[in-house]
Nanobody, 124 residues
């Protein structure tokens, strides 16, 4: 079955960087889109970025443009989220997701598969 396993979360001071990884397995992801979402304490899930597995095209939330970069390594079946200039408000659990036939990629209900999440804590 499809598995998405996130890693790379942790604690960092404001202004620092982290790189999250999402290792995907269980099927071919050709034609799929991979997304990153986050959910802060008491908040709803928030779209961060998505990448099309085949074309590599990307889309970002306005709040992270210029700070976060999504990428993928086809050979390793891994998607990355490089997060720079982190702010305390970036503190959240970050989730990787995969979905087929995605239109915009900004909506969580477009994705059929989710990882377990990885905690990112940014201190001021």
């Amino acid at each position: 079955q499809v598995q998405l396993v996130e890693s790379g979360g942790g604690w960092v001071q404001a202004g620092g960087s982290l790189r999250l990884s999402c290792a995907a397995s269980g099927r071919s992801f050709v034609g799929y889109a991979m997304g990153w979402f986050r959910q802060g304490p008491g908040q709803e899930g928030e779209f961060q970025a998505r990448i099309c597995w085949t074309s590599g095209s990307t889309k970002y939330a306005d709040s992270v443009k210029g700070r976060f970069t999504i990428s993928r390594d086809n050979a390793k079946k891994t998607v990355y989220l490089q997060m720079n200039s982190l702010k305390p408000e970036d503190t959240a659990v970050y989730y990787c997701a995969a979905g087929a036939g995605i239109l915009s990629g900004r909506n969580a209900n477009e994705y059929g598969y989710w990882g377990q999440g990885t905690q990112v804590t940014v201190s001021s």
